[in-house]
């Protein structure tokens, strides 16, 4: 899929932007694995943190405490804020809880929301990933599903 998304990047001559939380840059190093990524990808970040959100991205502090960071509302706004730092034509962010610790009832372990910004529209994504999986391969499975999610959002548009 990333090879296909690569395609498309090149032919619609667009620049993608990540912000990532739970894949770690793992999503940043799978679009640059293809050779001429750089005319694709100009500027990523990791921000995992609540402040690397709040600080880099503008997540508001509102939402961080109301629905946390791992949310739908996060999400939106990763991708809002990635949207306006770096002046891409997409932005994909990832937020989830790629485990084993860390889940809760509510916001089990192998749950992620992906944002995709893309002609002033935010699309936003819900996985919810079988939580006894690693967790190295869950990360890989969350990457993965945000490049399809990217790949199917610029070719329905």
Aim: some cysteine.
């Amino acid at each position: 899929m990333i090879k296909k998304l690569s395609k498309l990047l090149l032919e619609k001559e667009l620049i993608i932007s990540t912000a990532e939380s739970c894949t770690g840059g793992l999503l940043s190093s799978m679009l640059t694995d293809i050779s001429g990524s750089s005319e694709y990808v100009k500027l990523n970040f990791v921000t995992y943190a609540n402040e690397a959100k709040h600080e880099i991205l503008g997540v508001s502090l509102e939402t961080l405490k109301k629905y946390g960071a791992v949310s739908e509302e996060c999400a939106r706004e990763m991708a809002e804020g990635l949207f306006d730092k770096t002046g891409c034509d997409i932005a994909l962010c990832t937020t989830g809880i790629a485990g084993p610790t860390g889940g809760t009832a509510v916001k089990p372990v192998g749950l992620c929301y992906i944002s995709c910004r893309y002609k002033d529209k935010i699309h936003i994504k819900k996985v919810l990933l079988n939580p006894d999986i690693e967790r190295k391969k869950m990360k890989k499975l969350f990457a993965e599903h945000a490049i399809e999610f990217a790949y199917n959002v610029l070719s329905s548009n």
